[in-house]
Nanobody, 118 residues
Framework: VQLVESGGGLVQSGGSLRLSCATSGFTFSRYSMSWHRQAPGQERERVASITWDGSITDYGDSVKGRFTISRDNAKNTVYLQMDSLGPEDTAVYYC????????????WGQGTQVTVSS
């Protein structure tokens, strides 16, 4: 099983980034996917999630209206479009897959760093 995040980097405040999480080794289309982030000294928080078929999305309060999660089941990839970034969005961003039929089966990626300069 592999979940590989990409697209992180350094961006100025107000800018945008698009993260990707390419997956392999499991049946992507039956997994709900989510993005989480962890800033230094803080707990990991859920940023956004999407159901297996993309029909339902949900966002953390801190990113509503700025971030958009999407998925392409043909490419086994989930995305996070991040707009209007601010320094408070600086963190390591992780993608997670959760089996829609066995919630205890969870996979994580290794994370990608996002740094927003003021």
């Amino acid at each position: 099983v592999q979940l590989v995040e990409s697209g992180g980097g350094l961006v100025q405040s107000g800018g945008s980034l698009r993260l990707s999480c390419a997956t392999s080794g499991f049946t992507f289309s039956r997994y709900s996917m989510s993005w989480h982030r962890q800033a230094p000294g803080q707990e990991r928080e859920r940023v956004a999630s999407i159901t297996w078929d993309g029909s339902i999305t949900d966002y953390g309060d801190s990113v509503k209206g700025r971030f958009t999660i999407s998925r392409d089941n043909a490419k086994n990839t989930v995305y996070l479009q991040m707009d209007s970034l601010g320094p408070e969005d600086t963190a390591v961003y992780y993608c997670q897959g959760r089996d829609s039929y066995a919630a205890a089966r969870v996979y994580w990626g290794q994370g990608t760093q996002v740094t927003v300069s003021s």
